[in-house]
Nanobody
């Protein structure tokens, strides 16, 4: 069982930046993915960014490309989400997730890909 703990959320004005952090409680030598997803009340959860922890390949949602950057620190089982040029529509609860690498879909956010989730950290962007 992997536990994930997020931090770094908060309130910021539009155009500002935040950096989210996530630490995983366990290390695995199986090729895996770590990702960030977000959810607004009443809407479906949206995959934002993910990273292949072995090769470092990244995937981003179109809505955040060029503004968000996912990175990792494998030594400390951490993943980060640097969020720049924030917009009011980025307001959401952000969740860290991890799962085994999928040989067909890589690290995309598909059903069942990420069985482990953190509790979330709130990001609020005011316009």
């Amino acid at each position: 069982q992997v536990q994930l703990v997020e931090s770094g959320g908060g309130a910021v004005e539009a155009g500002g930046s935040l950096r989210l952090s996530c630490v995983a409680s366990a290390y695995t030598n199986v090729r895996s993915c770590m990702g960030w997803s977000r959810q607004v009340p009443g809407k479906e959860r949206e995959g934002v960014a993910s990273i292949d922890t072995t090769l470092g390949n990244t995937i981003y949602a179109d809505s955040v490309k060029g503004r968000f950057t996912i990175s990792q620190d494998n030594t400390n089982n951490k993943v980060y989400l640097q969020m720049d040029s924030l917009k009011s529509e980025d307001t959401a609860m952000y969740y860290c997730a991890t799962g085994q690498y999928n040989k067909w879909y890589g690290c995309r956010f598909i059903a069942g890909q990420y069985p482990y989730w953190g509790q979330g950290t709130q990001v609020t962007v005011s316009s």
